[in-house]
């Protein structure tokens, strides 16, 4: 490719890369930006070093990010017009992490900001790679999702190549993620599977914002002080049943539209949240106890609500850990996501798909993303 990189050009078996990994949650509280120095032999990944921050996103514009993601009527100059501040906050948030680090990356990957996720009906990330190619003059990679939804698959999920490269030990686990919504890939000796469970934080978070001005229940301390009531409990249960089908799902399908159908006995906040912790737990549980696997290593946002963990642990048939005990530290609850994202980058300059057939559902695996290319001169 013209003005490529020799060594991004024509990959080798062996050696080592410093990548971006850039992405952001559906909560949408900020964007995550890790850098990472990748060592490799054919397919035998290690993270030899690490940095990560967290970039907050102006008020405003996180307001009209939700607003856009949970469905509210948008205007396509208006869309178009926060694509372009939401472009320019993730070069700012690389911009910061490169200024961090003391050896300038070979690249840049780039999730971007789904607003709308429809499996393999289509799926929406905003965010420009362009804009973080030129800001930086990094090759930057995006649009991870987009071959998978046109070879017809879910689009999701695409993080599990990267565990599975990125695992030690020969044991069967699990990695679990708490993000918005809660999704997991068991690791075995012949393979991966991955798969979406139902809401995590997406629900607790709901009935906390409903309630206040802040974003959610820090620790979980508000819900560890209610009572669990377990008519509420099965309620909301055969709600979250219902409302997962099996596809890749959105955080507003396990939040919003679950909130708007649950008619608790207790309407008082702890009591909710503790009832709604319980449900969470027990519905991840129930998945989840029945895979072949010894560990569950835990990575996202929910790892930090100690009463949604302890409500695991207990339900839960094996025992659970950071995802920082996998990794040595390198990767950690909060990075892992941005982690693999850098990696993905990777795999395309190799031309290794990382959307899997056997995962999303696709008619043929796919490479994940395209390339964009900084301004020369």
Known sequence: MKNLPEHLNQVPDEGSVVGVGVSSGTSCDGIDVAIVKFSWNNLDYKVEESGFICYE????????????????????????????????????????MIQKYPTVP??????????????????????????????TGLWTVGNLRLADVSAGGQGAP????????????????????????????????????????????????????????????????VG?????????????????????????LHKDAVGAQLLSLWKPERSDLADMLAAATE???????????????????????????????????????????????????????????AVDFALLGHLWFRGIPAGLRAVTGAKFDTIAGALWPPVQG
């Not at 990010?65 to 100059?77: D, I, M, Q, R, T």
């Not at 209610?226 to 979250?240: C, E, R």
């Not at 989840?288 to 790892?303: H, P």
């Open 279 to 337: 449900a969470t737990a027990l519905h991840i549980s129930v998945i989840l106890n029945e895979k072949d696997a010894d560990k569950i290593y835990v990575s996202g946002g929910g790892w930090h609500n100690k009463l949604l963990i302890s409500r695991l642990s207990a339900h839960l048939q094996m025992p659970l850990f950071s995802i920082d005990d996998l990794h040595e530290s390198k990767v950690t609850v909060d990075s892992r996501e």
């Open 57 to 96: 996103y102006p008020e405003a514009i996180r307001e009209q990010l939700l607003k856009v993601s949970a469905g509210e009527p948008v205007s396509a100059s208006d869309l178009a017009n926060l694509e372009h501040q939401l472009s320019n906050c993730f070069a700012d948030a690389v911009a910061q």
């Open 106 to 135: 070979d690249y840049v990957v780039t999730h971007g900001q789904t607003v709308a996720h429809l499996g393999n009906l289509g799926t929406m990330q905003l965010g420009n790679p362009a804009t973080i190619a030129n800001r």
């Open 158 to 221: 695409i993080l599990p190549i990267c565990d599975q490269l990125l695992r030690s030990g020969p044991s069967p686990v699990i990695i679990l993620n708490l993000g918005g919504v809660a999704n997991a890939t068991l690791l075995t000796s012949s393979g991966v599977e991955a798969f979406d469970i139902g809401p995590a934080n997406a629900l607790l978070d709901g009935i906390w914002q409903q309630n206040n001005q802040s974003r959610y229940d820090a620790g979980g301390t």
């Open 224 to 248: 560890t002080s209610g009572s669990i009531n377990p008519g509420d409990v099965q309620s909301l249960l055969v709600l979250i049943e219902a409302a997962v089908d099996g596809s890749s």
